[in-house]
């Protein structure tokens, strides 16, 4: 009788369980600005965990940011080879924010075939994830200072076309960061080139904004 009862109550647990409505995961997939370099605390002040709190109940965001990457594949550092890349698919998220790009317009490897081949390639990749994630693209935000090869010109003229056309191509959802953020010099840190606490949160309440809208 007993082993009865207990049969009956872990099917009822698992029943309990499975009925359960988890919360809406989000992969926030980028680099050194969705890491939260330069900003203190990370854990609390990159835009991911801004845009965990503002998001509030039923939603779970995970900070998948790896500085130095690239979206190319033959970057000198490939978002493809970091740890982060196959933590997306490990966490099985709802919805995949992407936000590369910055790196790639540096100008001694800045190849836009080579882009946005490499573009459409982890989007088919992250598609193959069951469920099918919501992927959702963002424009690059602007550097206000030329650094590290990185130049505003390479971004806005050529980076952010890149992305806007695959997004409309493959009929994704568009967040652009590269107005929202603007080239407010207060956002920035003093390297011109990351978003400071303050530029975090602008972004984190452009993503929030964008996904509450429906």
Not at 132 to 146: G, N, Q, S
Request: hydrophobic share 35%; aromatic share 8%.
């Amino acid at each position: 009788m007993k082993s009865k009862l207990l049969a009956i109550a872990t099917i009822l647990t698992i029943v309990v369980a499975c009925g359960e409505k988890r919360d809406v995961r989000i992969a926030c997939v980028g680099d050194s600005i969705t890491e939260g370099m330069t900003i203190d605390w990370q854990s609390e002040n990159a835009y991911p965990a801004q845009l965990d709190k503002m998001l509030g109940e039923g939603y779970e965001v995970m900070n998948l940011g790896r500085s130095s990457t690239t979206m190319m594949i033959n970057g000198n550092f490939p978002y493809w080879t970091a740890k982060e890349f196959t933590d997306v698919f490990r966490y099985h998220p709802d919805v995949i924010v992407i936000k590369l790009g910055t790196n790639d317009a540096k100008l001694n490897q800045w190849d836009p075939k080579s882009y946005r081949e490499s573009y459409l390639r982890t989007i088919d990749t992250f598609m193959t994830i069951s469920p099918r994630p919501r992927i959702i693209l963002c424009k690059a935000v602007p550097p206000v200072r030329t650094r590290w090869q990185i130049t505003d010109s390479v971004v806005s003229g050529e980076v952010n076309p890149i992305i806007e056309d695959i997004a409309h191509e493959r009929n994704l959802e568009l967040i652009d960061l590269y107005t929202a953020v603007g080239h407010d010099t207060t956002l920035y840190a003093r390297d011109g080139i990351h978003p400071n606490k303050e530029g975090a949160k602008r972004i984190a309440e452009t993503v929030t904004k964008h996904l509450l809208k429906e």
